[in-house]
């Protein structure tokens, strides 16, 4: 064939042996084909469970004078007092809390700021303060949605840090008393 170059057949007739996938290789004869190379199962690494959880408690025990008190619980009274106190709180429970200041503490604004344990700021509000000793009770928005985990709160009186408290969102809500509620 004129004008075609012989490498150019060359390199079609190669890449075509490799298209068709070549010509197989057979052991010569009398001897018996060369064994599969050996493969090996590897394990499957078992995935840990998830870590559980563990509470942690709400100091309840009534504040020494000059303490800042903050009580947590599942609802409010008329007089801003809890009226069923928890240690921690079941998913989809309200959040209730009443702080009391101590005295020598003055203000009209309470600020509290809650936080999950990675530091990311989950919410924010404020409450009227009143009476004496001083005391604020409110109920935390959007509570009752908080994922299981623990959280910190910061509490301010008119922007001033004045204590932080903690809580826990848990599978099944503890109550004060022995056992859940």
Avoid: K
């Amino acid at each position: 064939m004129r004008g075609v170059p012989s490498s150019l057949w060359l390199v079609a007739g190669a890449a075509l042996a490799l298209a068709c996938g070549g010509a197989e290789r057979r052991p010569p004869a009398g001897q018996a084909p060369a064994p599969e190379p050996a493969t090996a199962a590897v394990p499957v690494p078992e995935t840990a469970p998830p870590p559980v959880m563990e509470p942690v408690p709400i100091v309840v025990e009534p504040a020494a004078p000059g303490e800042l008190d903050v009580r947590f619980g599942l609802g409010l009274a008329g007089d801003g007092s809890i009226t069923t106190p928890v240690l921690s709180f079941g998913a989809g429970d309200a959040v209730c809390l009443s702080v009391t200041l101590p005295p020598g503490v003055a203000g009209t604004t309470l600020g509290l700021r809650w936080f999950d344990l990675s530091g990311v700021q989950v919410g924010e509000t404020t409450a009227a303060l009143g009476g004496a000793p001083l005391r604020a009770a409110l109920r935390l928005p959007g509570g009752e949605r908080l994922e299981r985990g623990d959280y910190r709160i910061e509490l301010t009186v008119d922007g001033r840090a004045v204590g932080e408290a903690n809580f826990s969102i848990t599978d099944l809500r503890q109550s004060e008393r022995v056992g859940g509620a």
